[in-house]
C-alpha cells in the first residue's frame, strides 16, 4: 500500500496548494476578509452546513454589488 499512501500524500498537498491559491486571489481586501473569517467561524463553532454557506455568500456579494 505505500503507493496508495504516496498518491494520498501528493492529493493532499495538491488540494493545500489550490486553497492557498484561491485564498489569495479571493480575499482582495477587509470586507472578504471578514466574510472569510466568519463563514471559517460559522464551520467550525456552529457545524453550519457548507450550502448555507455557500448561498450567504452569494447573498453577501450580490447586497455588496447592489449597494
Do not use: H, K
Not at 499512501?5 to 488540494?15: I, R
Amino acid at each position: 500500500m505505500p503507493v496508495l499512501d504516496a498518491v494520498n500524500a501528493a492529493s493532499l498537498g495538491l488540494m493545500a496548494a489550490v486553497t492557498w491559491q484561491l485564498g489569495r486571489a479571493s480575499l482582495v481586501d477587509l470586507l472578504t476578509a471578514a466574510f472569510a473569517v466568519m463563514a471559517l467561524a460559522l464551520l467550525v463553532r456552529v457545524r453550519l452546513n457548507s450550502t448555507w454557506l455557500i448561498l450567504g455568500g452569494a447573498l453577501a456579494g450580490l447586497l455588496r454589488a447592489a449597494l
